[in-house]
Nanobody
Framework: QVQLVESGGGLVQAGGSLRLSCAAS????????MGWFRQAPGKEREFVAA????????YYADSVKGRFTISRDNAKNTVSLQMNSLKPEDTAVYYC???????????????WGQGTQVTVSS
């Protein structure tokens, strides 16, 4: 099991940037693939980005491709999401999650953080 704590959310104007971080505890972090998901008010939680255990493979939702970058530092047990050119429709609670098998389906992820709010004003 991996315990996850997100940080870095906040309020930003459209076109701005934010960097989310997820700190993981547990000695098995480096063996897990990691993902970011988000849930906007009144909507289902959706996939944003994922990265394999080594960082060699990444996947993105079409809606964020070219604007968001996922990365990880296994020495520090962290995974980050750099978000640029933010839009009002990116407003959501963002969740970090861990899985034994890289994928885009949230039901494949075993451990979740509590979420961090990102609000993009127009």
């Amino acid at each position: 099991q991996v315990q996850l704590v997100e940080s870095g959310g906040g309020l930003v104007q459209a076109g701005g940037s934010l960097r989310l971080s997820c700190a993981a505890s547990g000695r098995t972090f480096s063996s897990h693939a990691m993902g970011w998901f988000r849930q906007a008010p009144g909507k289902e939680r959706e996939f944003v980005a994922a990265i394999n255990w080594s960082g060699a493979y990444t996947y993105y939702a079409d809606s964020v491709k070219g604007r968001f970058t996922i990365s990880r530092d296994n020495a520090k047990n962290t995974v980050s999401l750099q978000m640029n050119s933010l839009k009002p429709e990116d407003t959501a609670v963002y969740y970090c999650a861990a899985t034994q098998r890289l994928g885009v389906r949230q039901d494949g992820y075993d451990d979740w953080g509590q979420g961090t709010q990102v609000t993009v004003s127009s």
